[in-house]
């Protein structure tokens, strides 16, 4: 792939990032939910975020924190594919991580760091030319990969 490629593909991920991140977020919010549901968890939505955080953070609060999230990942992903260097996403996930613990809003499912980064893949997928998620793929697999590695 070419570094015009990359360069494209990094400014396409910057104009629909929003985009991006909203899609992204709603799996990610139905996943989380459905994933506490099975462990007992109540069974709304707007019960989600009292699962796992102590007020005033709400399910609507954890909802935006993911959409912020991803809000800010796009970019590290198109800098990551342009670099190609995943280092880059496991830092933001890390930060993202902390960000979340910190606020007692990370929810209580083994893995969720990666299933962020498989939400925001899957968008992608939705939204951009195959071409493109090939290239988001390979970057988040190795990104994954470092962030489940001990």
Known sequence: MTDDRRKSLLAELQ????????VAAQRVVRAWESALIAQGAPSHAA???AVRTAPPATAER???????????LGPVVGL????????????DMTWL????STRN??????GWEA???????SACSDILPAEDCTLIHDVIERAA???TSP
Do not use: C, T, W
């Not at 104009?15 to 909203?22: S, V, Y």
């Open 15 to 22: 104009r629909r990032n929003d985009e991006i991140a909203e």
């Open 62 to 72: 954890v909802a935006e924190m993911v959409v912020d999230g991803f809000k800010r």
């Open 97 to 100: 991580h902390r960000a979340f």
């Open 115 to 121: 299933q962020l980064l498989r939400a925001y893949e």
């Open 105 to 110: 809003m990370a929810p209580p499912i083994p």
């Open 145 to 147: 990969a470092d962030l």
């Open 80 to 91: 990551s594919v342009l670099a190609e260097e995943p280092g880059l996403i496991v830092d």
């Open 47 to 49: 019960d989600m975020a």
